[in-house]
């Protein structure tokens, strides 16, 4: 590669060698050092109780956790697994630059890491220990299987054990996220947009390749038969509190908006300008056809979704995933690449000031509950316990799913139970039959309350508040009631 290669040989990889070092020194800092935050603990409570499936997500991310508690309830067993995928994620990055550069993959890797690594989508959702720093990883493996089938079947009409191992590989990355099912259709646009694969519609293996990552759903459906479709109810009506049949266009902005801020503006010039216009190498070219589809189908998806709903920026993930391997050889100017380094950066130093320190926005006087509400649960979880001695309770329980497993977690026990009225997983888990006539310690906080709780018991008392402070300033507090005489929960 000559032309093509040149501006990726004139980044400024001595930057991006030292940017890769600081972000990864960061992502190590965050997981050390952050406390679980609330979905994460709420997926680790799913490790220790595994079941076909669950009612928000598949369950092949549930099933690692379970796995990684062998090593005990801490943080290097609920977050290895994200430092296990980014080593892979890289790799597979290395595997794209030694086919894009072959002379010096180096030149094309070190700056493509260092943007990954630098945009906030990216960081973000790879030290938590959410589902998709797995999604990341295998969504990329199976595109590269695609890529290489491609390449074969270009040359011979061969190649296609590529073509099952990156269906099976799709197919784990369905049973990880149900969003890796807009790689899928992206990959099936690109075997139509993409003119010397055409001939493969023609075949039976690629119809049996798709078979492959359908059955490999067989555990989510199983559960799904056995529940009554429950997750495909939450999913298209119970999370969004019902039909979606109103029309909420300002959503479109909210989820564009975000999108560029988590993206970063600086990458979409290049971005555009791989919309543009190819590289002239044959990979490039190839993977470029492969990313722009996916980024079509997943973007055009959810744009449609949230004219309906409100859609997050983090759920279009696999849109720009296959982008960030290749972006640098179309990022053109000099200062981009570093207002991009820049920007990574200074987000990241904003993570770990929210997510170790304290939120940001509670020292000047804001409330950021999602991120306030990860401080403090050891200091919760050891009063509970002395508590627990105080009082003659049956149980355990918070005022919301991701507190529950918060409290659970630095308890270290899965039986906490959670009462809330948001259909959630712990409503598979707790029996109430087994309880009725219980008292029960109850966690709250000023936000959530207790009012869906009180009709629950016959009285509930306000024990104590527990206040985490820092800088002077209450950032959390959690509040225990005693609950006694159990009734039940409602049939949902």
């Given at each position: 590669?000559?032309?093509?290669?040149?501006?990726?040989?004139?980044?400024?990889?001595?930057?991006?060698?030292?940017?890769?070092?600081?972000?990864?020194?960061?992502?190590?800092?965050?997981?050390?050092?952050?406390?679980?935050?609330?979905?994460?603990?709420?997926?680790?409570?799913?490790?220790?109780?595994?079941?076909?499936?669950?009612?928000?997500?598949?369950?092949?991310?549930a099933w690692l956790l379970g796995l990684m508690s062998v090593f005990g309830w801490n943080m290097f067993s609920l977050r290895a697994l994200t430092w296990a995928t980014l080593a892979g994620t890289l790799w597979?990055?290395?595997?794209?630059?030694?086919?894009?550069?072959?002379?010096?993959?180096?030149?094309?890797?070190?700056?493509?890491?260092?943007?990954?690594?630098?945009?906030?989508?990216?960081?973000?959702?790879?030290?938590?220990?959410?589902?998709?720093?797995?999604?990341?990883?295998?969504?990329?493996?199976?595109?590269?299987?695609?890529?290489?089938?491609?390449?074969?079947?270009?040359?011979?009409?061969?190649?296609?054990?590529?073509?099952?191992?990156?269906?099976?590989?799709?197919?784990?990355?369905?049973?990880?996220?149900?969003?890796?099912?807009?790689?899928?259709?992206?990959?099936?646009?690109?075997?139509?947009?993409?003119?010397?694969?055409?001939?493969?519609?023609?075949?039976?293996?690629?119809?049996?390749?798709a078979l492959l990552a359908v059955a490999m759903q067989a555990p989510v459906i199983w559960w799904n038969l056995a529940e009554g479709f429950a997750s495909v109810n939450f999913h298209l009506s119970e999370r969004?509190?019902?039909?979606?049949?109103?029309?909420?266009?300002?959503?479109?902005?909210?989820?564009?908006?975000?999108?560029?801020?988590?993206?970063?503006?600086?990458?979409?010039?290049?971005?555009?300008?791989?919309?543009?216009?190819?590289?002239?190498?044959?990979?490039?070219?190839?993977?470029?056809?492969?990313?722009l589809s996916v980024l079509g189908v997943s973007s055009l998806a959810l744009l449609a979704l949230s004219l309906f709903a409100e859609v997050y920026f983090y759920w279009n993930i696999v849109a720009f995933l296959?982008?960030?391997?290749?972006?640098?050889?179309?990022?053109?100017?000099?200062?981009?690449?570093?207002?991009?380094?820049?920007?990574?950066?200074?987000?990241?130093?904003?993570?770990?000031?929210?997510?170790?320190?304290?939120?940001?926005?509670?020292?000047?006087?804001?409330?950021?509950?999602?991120?306030?509400?990860?401080?403090?649960?050891?200091?919760?979880?050891?009063?509970?316990?002395?508590?627990?001695?105080?009082?003659?309770?049956?149980?355990?329980?918070?005022?919301?799913?991701?507190?529950?497993?918060?409290?659970?977690?630095?308890?270290?026990?899965?039986?906490?139970?959670?009462?809330?009225?948001?259909?959630?997983?712990?409503?598979?888990?707790?029996?109430?039959?087994?309880?009725?006539?219980?008292?029960?310690?109850?966690?709250?906080?000023?936000?959530?309350?207790?009012?869906?709780?009180?009709?629950?018991?016959?009285?509930?008392?306000?024990?104590?508040?527990?206040?985490?402070?820092?800088?002077?300033?209450?950032?959390?507090?959690?509040?225990?009631?005693?609950?006694?005489?159990?009734?039940?929960?409602?049939?949902?």
């Amino acid at each position: 590669m000559t032309d093509a290669g040149g501006p990726v040989v004139r980044r400024p990889v001595r930057l991006a060698q030292a940017a890769v070092a600081v972000l990864l020194v960061i992502k190590l800092w965050m997981t050390v050092m952050a406390p679980p935050v609330g979905d994460e603990a709420y997926y680790w409570m799913w490790g220790q109780k595994p079941g076909w499936s669950y009612l928000d997500h598949p369950p092949l991310h549930a099933w690692l956790l379970g796995l990684m508690s062998v090593f005990g309830w801490n943080m290097f067993s609920l977050r290895a697994l994200t430092w296990a995928t980014l080593a892979g994620t890289l790799w597979i990055f290395w595997l794209w630059a030694k086919r894009l550069r072959p002379d010096d993959p180096g030149a094309w890797w070190w700056p493509g890491a260092a943007i990954y690594l630098a945009t906030p989508l990216f960081f973000t959702m790879t030290w938590l220990a959410f589902h998709d720093h797995l999604l990341i990883f295998l969504c990329l493996a199976s595109a590269t299987g695609f890529l290489l089938f491609a390449e074969k079947w270009e040359a011979d009409s061969k190649g296609l054990p590529w073509l099952y191992g990156a269906a099976a590989l799709l197919g784990l990355a369905v049973l990880t996220k149900y969003n890796a099912v807009l790689l899928g259709i992206g990959v099936a646009l690109f075997f139509i947009a993409h003119r010397p694969l055409r001939s493969a519609w023609r075949s039976p293996h690629l119809y049996l390749a798709a078979l492959l990552a359908v059955a490999m759903q067989a555990p989510v459906i199983w559960w799904n038969l056995a529940e009554g479709f429950a997750s495909v109810n939450f999913h298209l009506s119970e999370r969004w509190g019902g039909p979606l049949s109103r029309l909420r266009p300002l959503n479109v902005l909210n989820f564009t908006a975000l999108a560029l801020i988590f993206v970063s503006p600086f990458l979409f010039p290049a971005i555009w300008g791989m919309v543009r216009r190819p590289l002239g190498q044959p990979f490039a070219d190839r993977a470029r056809i492969l990313a722009l589809s996916v980024l079509g189908v997943s973007s055009l998806a959810l744009l449609a979704l949230s004219l309906f709903a409100e859609v997050y920026f983090y759920w279009n993930i696999v849109a720009f995933l296959l982008l960030m391997p290749l972006v640098a050889g179309w990022m053109q100017r000099r200062w981009l690449m570093l207002a991009q380094l820049a920007y990574g950066l200074i987000f990241a130093l904003l993570s770990v000031v929210n997510f170790t320190i304290a939120p940001v926005t509670n020292l000047f006087g804001g409330n950021d509950w999602t991120v306030a509400s990860t401080y403090g649960w050891p200091q919760v979880a050891s009063r509970v316990s002395e508590l627990k001695r105080e009082h003659d309770v049956g149980f355990v329980a918070a005022a919301r799913y991701t507190t529950a497993a918060q409290l659970g977690f630095a308890l270290h026990d899965p039986d906490v139970a959670a009462i809330a009225d948001r259909h959630d997983q712990y409503d598979y888990w707790f029996d109430p039959e087994a309880h009725l006539g219980q008292s029960a310690l109850i966690v709250s906080d000023p936000q959530i309350g207790v009012r869906q709780i009180e009709p629950y018991f016959d009285s509930l008392e306000r024990l104590e508040d527990i206040a985490f402070e820092r800088f002077g300033k209450v950032i959390y507090r959690a509040r225990i009631y005693l609950g006694t005489g159990f009734r039940g929960l409602p049939q949902r």
